[in-house]
């Protein structure tokens, strides 16, 4: 799960972290006066050198898009508020799509002395977290890494031992920070690992963390993303979510727990299993063909489920042909071919239907099937079926 900047930087400051002053404007009404309302009061109370408009979406690479604007004047915020209010921004993370702006954060600017880079993730290899940090602030970490990697510097942290000072002064001096701000940066790092940590976030990006010419470290931009499966233990993040965001299929697959990833393909796919379900895409590919999804409806799946699962995939107008891959073990074969039934005639389903079962209850299901009256073609096996359903795409 994704945030909003704004909220990202909500969260740091729970855990000590410094982050600029600002005010979220929505969407609706008057932007502009909205926007300079906020701008006022910011001004008001901490007389920054500038203000700064910023589109909050779900993706990096803002400013490029024209989606951050940096204001002298409440003329210019007002302008620029209404300029990015509405407005779709393409940018390096989005496709080609783009995502519509549906709220803005305005925030008080800084004096910006040195930009740095800093991440935290997990190293699934070591099984520890890695905090990263680098000079080249501002700059995508993919593109330091490819041109400049010995300007990132890494400290690995046991999560049984958990941070320690000496992991902060490490960085800071990787970095080149003042002496004087040693204990500031070993706080600072700290407060970012304790909220990775206590949050369960799966990536913390700050871009840039910024050094101001009064010799202070802020997180002038955040980025975190969280571990799906840990979310029932934060409610506050759940809180946070923003359906806007999100592709729509992936919101509706969401409420009948169904584990769905949007492609780029033409053959949708519904499989039980994430094993199975990766097996599947890479034997569609081998045989020529282009996924449109990764729909895993689990083990446990019911009539009711499957028949959302194959709502969802035809919702994707790029589809040409579905193929189920089925293999029954907690899931009984039956139970699929009882829900595939009622889906092809409830969606009226007019694509070609190609399904491979086997395991528990195999021979019921496929008698199911073939009784159905439905225009299903059946597979031998998971070869047979990506032979087949690929073809029938074309």
């Not at 890494?154 to 000496?166: E, L």
Request: proline share 4%; glycine share 10%.
């Amino acid at each position: 799960m994704n945030i909003h900047e704004y909220q990202a930087k909500q969260l740091l400051r729970e855990f000590k972290v410094p982050v600029p002053n600002g005010m979220l404007v929505e969407e609706g009404g008057d932007v502009g006066a909205k926007a300079v309302a906020a701008a006022e009061k910011l001004k008001s109370q901490f007389n920054p050198p500038v203000l700064v408009v910023k589109a909050q979406i779900h993706a990096g690479g803002r400013g490029k898009a024209g989606g951050v604007k940096v204001c002298k004047t409440l003329d210019d915020v007002k302008a620029a508020a209404n300029t990015i209010m509405g407005k779709v921004l393409v940018t390096p993370q989005t496709d080609a799509a783009g995502k519509k702006v549906h709220k803005l954060w305005i925030e008080a600017g800084s004096d910006i002395k040195k930009e740095y880079y800093l991440g935290v993730v997990l190293d699934r290899a070591l099984s520890q977290v890695v905090m990263m940090v680098s000079t080249e602030g501002g700059m995508e970490i993919e593109e330091v890494a490819h041109k400049s990697p010995e300007k990132i510097f890494r400290a690995i942290i046991d999560p049984t031992i958990g941070y320690q000072p000496f992991h902060g002064r490490k960085l800071a001096l990787a970095l080149g920070l003042p002496t004087e701000l040693m204990r500031e940066a070993v706080s600072f790092f700290g407060g970012v690992y304790n909220c990775f940590m206590q949050k369960d976030c799966s990536q913390v990006e700050i871009n840039p963390m910024i050094l101001t010419t009064d010799n202070k470290l802020f997180a002038l931009d955040a980025k975190l993303n969280f571990d799906d499966n840990a979310l029932f233990r934060h409610p506050d993040v759940v809180a946070m979510r923003d359906i806007l965001e999100e592709n729509a299929q992936d919101v509706e697959a969401s409420k009948y727990d169904l584990a769905y990833i949007a492609l780029d393909g033409n053959i949708g796919c519904l499989v039980n299993g994430a094993g199975l379900a990766m097996a599947t895409l890479d034997i569609i590919k081998l045989n020529g063909g282009t996924p449109a999804n990764f729909l895993d409806v689990g083990g446990g799946a019911t009539k009711e489920k499957v028949t959302q699962a194959f709502k969802i995939i035809l919702q994707d107008t790029k589809v040409k042909a579905i193929l189920v891959n089925i293999f029954g073990g907690i899931m009984k074969c039956d139970v699929i071919a009882d829900g595939v039934i009622a889906a092809a005639k409830e969606v009226q389903l007019k694509v070609p239907l190609v399904v491979r079962l086997e395991g528990t209850n195999v021979e019921l299901g496929k008698k199911m099937l073939s009784e159905s009256g439905l225009k299903i073609i059946p597979a031998d096996d998971i070869g047979d079926a990506a032979k087949k359903v690929v073809e029938a795409a074309r």
